[in-house]
């Protein structure tokens, strides 16, 4: 990253030196950008909202509950629910059956995809990943979606689209993950 502080480039090049150190220190090392995202859907249901405040094992037990009990246009909430509370308790093989069930529902695809995206992911299948990530942004369209940004960066479609862009065009990157790089949001 080059910066350039037009006042302080005539000034004493010690000074200059300590004010840029300062600046790129307090620049996050991680980025929402930089991280894979997951996404809960927008109907709440029983451990939603333990899912968005990182009560994890809480949100896996009372969803695991509630999987038998809630009303079929419900059960996709759910089951991401799952998919994201395994995903984020690294039990991948967990993660992998409610990510699917969900993907199979009709409603809320680009949400269902987008998670199994980002399992897929951390499991080192960026071919799979993307083609999720593909699948999650495609759908819900009729006569195709706009390559436009979509102006509200945190709909689900506009998750979808970086996490694809960072799937495929930073493998490298996507393949170094740490748990402050996985972040869970809602609508």
């Known amino acids: 990253m080059t910066m350039t502080i037009p006042k302080l480039a ?3 090049p010690r000074f200059a030196a300590m004010i840029a150190a300062l600046l790129l220190a307090t620049i996050p090392t991680i980025s929402n950008a930089e991280a894979w995202e997951l996404r809960t859907t927008p109907n709440a249901v029983p451990g939603t909202l333990e899912i968005e405040s990182g009560k994890i094992d809480k949100a896996i ?3 695991n509950v509630w999987l038998s009990h809630v009303v079929k246009q419900k059960k996709v909430a759910v089951l991401n629910n799952l998919c994201i509370g395994y995903i984020l308790s690294k039990k991948f093989d967990q993660a992998e059956v409610y990510c699917d069930r969900a993907v199979e529902r ?3 695809k680009t949400v269902s995809y987008n998670n199994r995206g980002v399992l897929r992911a ?3 299948d960026y071919e799979g990943a993307v083609q999720d990530f593909a699948d999650a942004s495609n759908a819900g369209c009729v006569n195709g979606c706009s390559n436009a940004a979509p102006k509200d960066l ?3 479609r ?3 689209m970086r996490n694809f862009d960072r799937a495929e065009y930073h493998p490298k990157a996507a393949r170094t993950v740490n748990d402050d790089q996985i972040a869970a949001r809602t609508d």
């Open 106 to 108: 009709r409603n809320y």
């Open 158 to 160: 506009a998750v979808a």
């Open 61 to 63: 037990r009372i969803s």
């Open 122 to 124: 951390l499991q080192g």
């Open 154 to 156: 945190q709909r689900p």
């Open 10 to 12: 005539n000034t004493n």
